[in-house]
């Protein structure tokens, strides 16, 4: 993660849309509390 990023961003770049966000929340729920929070240096696992 980087400063300025989102879900629904990374969903853009990974998956070609923005609504995608939720697949990657769910394949890291046990990392991420809240969808709206996540910080510079997680790492997350894009399914």
């Given at each position: 993660m980087q400063r300025g990023d989102?879900?629904?961003k990374i969903a853009?770049?990974?998956y070609g849309g923005y609504g995608r966000w939720p697949?990657?929340?769910d394949a890291n729920r046990d990392?991420?509390?809240n969808p709206e929070?996540?910080?510079p240096g997680?790492?997350?696992i894009i399914p």
């Open positions: 989102s879900l629904s853009k770049q990974f697949e990657i929340y990392k991420i509390d929070l996540i910080y997680q790492e997350l």
